[in-house]
T-cell receptor
Framework: EAGVAQSPRYKIIEKRQSVAFWCNPI?????LYWYQQILGQGPKLLIQ????????DSQLPKDRFSAERLKGVDSTLKIQPAKLEDSAVYLC?????????FGPGTRLTVL | AQSVTQLGSHVSVSEGALVLLRCNYS??????LFWYVQYPNQGLQLLLK??????LVKGINGFEAEFKKSETSFHLTKPSAHMSDAAEYFC????????????FGGGTRLMVKP
């Protein structure tokens, strides 16, 4: 069974630029999550989707971050414009029941 | 609200020694508890989980954890450390509902000395 796929794996941008990350969850997993993991910290949930609807986005900085999950499968997370403090690893996870399975993450560096 | 505290951001053990990584949680509802491992430049891999069945949970790579409600703890152990166990370990809690949102601890970096 294929795992959660994410791309790109690494991205370097300058502040005020925009960036987008892509996630393809495990087939059949209805729930999809995006996390932000700052160096030296545990992951923090940004947004959770159930199929193509948002369940929780209370910790998503909506002035600059947006996410969508068209057709309830793939998802994209966008940052526009990026700030220095957005440098982090962005993890995507999916779940069918009580266990989340994580992708390899996208490491974003904002200069 | 739920929270997780992992005591010790860095733990160092000798190869062959006991591994003990501590995790305490707070939750207003019966929790589901998880341990994940993260190797450099990789995502999180599930080690084991507690979802209200047996309190002693066995996971992959020889790890196990015991749920102790009275102590609100879910410590991770392994009898004998191997060099390949060197990684970052995260404890997480969810309430089993509300989409199973995970709250993570700050992580513990395990170093294994030869």
């Amino acid at each position: 069974e294929a795992g959660v796929a994410q791309s790109p794996r690494y991205k370097i941008i300058e502040k005020r630029q925009s960036v987008a990350f892509w996630c393809n969850p495990i087939s059949g997993h209805a729930t999809l999550y995006w996390y932000q993991q700052i160096l030296g910290q545990g992951p923090k949930l940004l947004i959770q989707f159930q199929n193509n609807g948002v369940v929780d986005d209370s910790q998503l900085p909506k002035d600059r971050f947006s996410a969508e999950r068209l057709k309830g499968v793939d998802s994209t997370l966008k940052i526009q414009p990026a700030k220095l403090e957005d440098s982090a690893v962005y993890l995507c996870a999916s779940s069918l029941k009580d266990t989340q399975y994580f992708g390899p993450g996208t490491r974003l560096t904002v200069l | 609200a739920q929270s997780v505290t992992q005591l010790g951001s860095h733990v160092s053990v000798s190869e062959g020694a006991l591994v003990l990584l501590r995790c305490n949680y707070s939750s207003s509802v019966p929790p589901y508890l998880f341990w994940y491992v993260q190797y450099p430049n990789q995502g999180l891999q599930l080690l084991l989980k507690y979802t209200s069945a047996a309190t002693l949970v066995k996971g992959i790579n020889g790890f196990e954890a015991e749920f102790k409600k009275s102590e609100t703890s879910f410590h991770l152990t392994k009898p004998s450390a191997h060099m390949s166990d060197a990684a970052e370990y995260f404890c997480a809690v969810s309430d089993g509902n509300a989409g199973n949102m995970l709250t993570f601890g700050g992580g513990t970096r395990l170093m294994v000395k030869p």
